[in-house]
């Protein structure tokens, strides 16, 4: 009976098989394509709700650096996108539930970029910080100046920037301060420096100090060097972020403004930390150095702003501090420096740079070797005739050239060999001649 009864359940759940396949056969495709699409979502729906669903357990795969990565994101970019920020964290949630540890790196890799812009903007309020003078010393700033010029006979006012470390501020630096103080004995040197300005500095500069000689290592206050020029409203954009510093050091671009904004403010002469002077600025008054010069026309093609002789409010300084800030570019190397002076003065026709009073002079002045050549001079002559082209610069270089541009980037690993014109030229100059630096 039992053998019966199991008989007709198989022989139904044939006639059942035979009547569903009969029944689909017969169904036209649309339909059946509809059944095999409906089948398809109900798979990708339950795939993706596995996913998204275990949010909290996926979170202590990602690395603490990740969640502040993304706390700081989000907290700079309010409006950037809570979106970009959550699509981040779905992608390294499925890809992890996955087991696609490859591909998660990149999406952490995609994360760290998105977040270089604001890394950009701590590194900028950083640098500011780092270069602003804080409490007492800020208020001490405008005191320190006058009392130092005040207890000072200053034939000649020098101002320098040195934006690096104090460790980097080596034997060339200190042959720059040697050398102006060799060919003006009785002149004053303001180093702006926020590295300097402390007592190892002090014990640094002590060798001048000990002969009496006249330097002041202090810290920047931006806000008061600035404040009555246009440099202080582009200042004032910078520190709200209102552009971007760019890929340029900020600390350059600071530099090439300072030095504009400290002769505006007092007068005085600049000079690069890579220059060695050969002779009294004494005649000097109200020049820029020429560069390089037109072959064919015999006119300047570039300046440079390593050496700058000026007046107190000189009329030019104005237009290079406006230029500065209308034109700031980040991006560019020598856009805020060399190339700014160079477009201010040659938008200059003859009639109205001779009403605002300054002269160009020639290569010779500060810049008698182009920096592609400058290895020639750290080289002792290997014959006779070298040593005869060496005599000959050298003779021209004490009758023509004021200060030698050096060219840092091309030379401050160049040794300094016995006998060259580098060395001859630093003997002339010294003030220490025992001393090692003159093989800095």
Known sequence: ??????????????????????????????????????????????????????????????????????????????????SES????????????LGF????????????????????????????????PQGKSRQRFKTRIKSFLSKSSCESLFFMTWISSIESFGDRERFTIESLFKSHHNSCLILISNSLDCDRGTLILKPFTDKGLQVLPIKPDFAYIFKDTSAEKWFVGLKKGMFSPGVIPLEQNLS????????????????DTDVIILKPFTNLHNVIGAQTVDPVTRKWSRLNNAVLIFDKNHPLLKKFIDEFSKTFNGNKWGHNGPYLVSRVVSRLNISSSSDVGFSVLPPSAFYPVDWTRIRGFYRAPANESE????????TLLHKHTFAVHLWNRESKKLRIEEGSLIHQLMSHSCIFCNSSSLHF
């Open 1 to 82: 009976m039992e053998q019966s009864r199991r008989t007709e359940q198989v022989l139904l759940l044939q006639r059942l098989k035979r009547f569903v396949v009969s029944f689909v056969t017969c169904l036209p495709m649309s339909l059946l394509g509809l059944l095999l699409l409906l089948l398809l979502i109900y798979n990708s729906f339950s795939i993706f709700s596995l996913h998204l669903d275990p949010i909290s357990p996926i979170q202590s795969t990602l690395s603490p650096n990740y969640h502040q990565i993304l706390h700081h994101h989000d907290h700079n970019h309010p409006s950037s996108s809570t």
């Open 387 to 394: 040593a005869n082209w060496l005599r000959k610069r050298l």
């Open 86 to 97: 959550d699509s981040s964290l779905l992608l390294v949630v499925k890809e992890t539930s």
């Open 101 to 132: 540890i490859q591909k998660q790196n990149v999406s952490s890799t995609m994360i760290e970029r998105r977040m270089r812009r604001p890394k950009r903007r701590i590194e900028l309020k950083t640098a500011i910080t780092q270069q602003r």
């Open 256 to 271: 090439n403004l300072l030095r504009l904004v400290l002769l505006y403010k007092f007068g005085g002469i600049y000079l």
